[in-house]
């Protein structure tokens, strides 16, 4: 991904599929293993949780940065202090891929080998910019109506047992008893996945409103969820969100956040 951006890809609105994919096809030559883009994204999500988990950390009270070991440090008695145990990982020693988290995640310039050579900023990665799991679920509707009405003609064309005459040679009938009573179970069953897509109701989302909540530096992963959650269903709120800039992105969740008590 390091590698991406240093070829110029613009990230900030996020990574499309595209680069998700692309990232994926890397890996998979690499390692001999199937991978997917959606593996990637979600290996994506996992890191940049512990990227936000790290520039809190570097606020904490006392909290120096080493920069040439990428290391926060914190004096003997600030350390006894901190009450996160869970913060230990990031503390007094060397933040492992720091270099490239902040390259993939961070809001500065990339530095060393992955500086893209212009002033622009990161930005973060975003969810599906271009997603297509919408349209796989119409697509698995349609491929099950289709199936469904195949079926029932299948039925309808099958000779019943009153259409062979008496003293003529017995034909054999092209379905068994047996077989009508598979494919009568089958032609209900692909009946009620046609009815539950068909009655699933697919709001319409901004496609960038997860990234620009989700991801959003300085709050926790609850409260973040609690206004995503707000956006989804109140749609004009949400889209004006993704329209903000950062800065008022964070007054809003402030807000949001503190009238709701997750601040």
Not at 141 to 154: I, N, R, S
Request: net charge negative; aromatic share 10%.
């Amino acid at each position: 991904m390091c590698q991406l951006i240093s070829t110029g890809v613009r990230t900030d609105k996020g990574f499309k599929e595209l680069h998700l994919n692309q990232v994926a096809k890397a890996v998979q030559e690499f390692s001999g293993r199937e991978i997917s883009g959606n593996q990637v994204y979600n290996h994506l999500r996992k890191w940049r949780l512990k990227w936000i988990k790290v520039t809190k950390v570097r606020e904490l009270s006392g909290a120096l940065w080493d920069e040439e070991n990428s290391m926060i440090t914190l004096e003997e008695e600030h350390y006894n202090g901190h009450a996160h145990p869970k913060d230990a990982e990031f503390l007094n020693k060397p933040i492992t891929y720091y270099q490239q988290m902040m390259v993939i995640f961070g809001n500065g310039q990339a530095t060393g080998k992955y500086a893209m050579g212009s002033n622009e900023a990161l930005g973060s990665p975003s969810d599906f910019a271009e997603s297509s799991l919408k349209t796989d679920i119409f697509e698995e509707g349609k491929a099950c109506a289709k199936a469904v009405e195949e079926l029932d003609k299948m039925f309808a064309n099958a000779p019943k047992s009153s259409d062979v005459h008496v003293g003529s040679k017995k034909k054999r009938s092209i379905l068994t008893e047996e077989d009508s009573m598979v494919l009568t179970n089958v032609t209900d069953a692909v009946n009620n996945v046609a009815d539950a897509i068909r009655a699933t109701k697919v709001d319409e989302v901004h496609p960038e409103l997860y990234g620009a909540v989700m991801y959003m530096p300085g709050f926790t992963e609850e409260a973040l969820i609690v206004a995503f959650s707000h956006l989804v269903d109140n749609k004009a709120q949400g889209t004006a969100f993704v329209g903000m800039c950062e800065s008022h992105r964070v007054l809003w969740l402030r807000t949001f956040l503190t009238k709701h008590y997750y601040v």
